[in-house]
């Protein structure tokens, strides 16, 4: 299994795990997306958005993935106004060794 194939959770009955592996392929493909653009630069979850046009809770959840399951990215120490107006964390590429 490699980095984008982890598995996807599910409650282990069968329309759980047929809805888990339909999605499997299409989010290791979003976690890579959010890392090819955090490799040109820092981002927030809502400059993410933005950029990749799709919804909160998508760019959210694969930025979860990439900091708390592969420690991929990491928070900058720097905050910046999202469209609300509200302050975010500031993702980067992490410094330290996975």
């Known amino acids: 299994m490699g980095l984008w194939d982890a598995p996807i959770p599910h409650n282990k ?3 759980s795990i047929a809805a888990a592996e ?6 290791g493909t979003k976690r890579a997306r959010v890392l090819e ?3 040109i630069g820092n981002y927030t979850c809502d400059e993410l958005e933005v950029m990749l046009k ?3 809770q998508t760019v959210s959840a694969r930025l979860n993935d990439l900091h708390d399951k592969y420690h991929l990215i ?4 720097s905050k910046r ?3 609300s107006g509200r302050l975010a964390i500031v993702w980067r ?3 330290r060794p996975a």
């Open 37 to 39: 653009k955090l490799r």
């Open 74 to 77: 990491e928070d900058s120490g």
């Open 54 to 56: 799709w919804p909160h």
């Open 81 to 83: 106004a999202t469209r």
């Open 93 to 95: 590429l992490s410094r």
């Open 13 to 15: 009955t069968d329309t």
């Open 22 to 27: 339909s999605q499997e392929e299409e989010i």
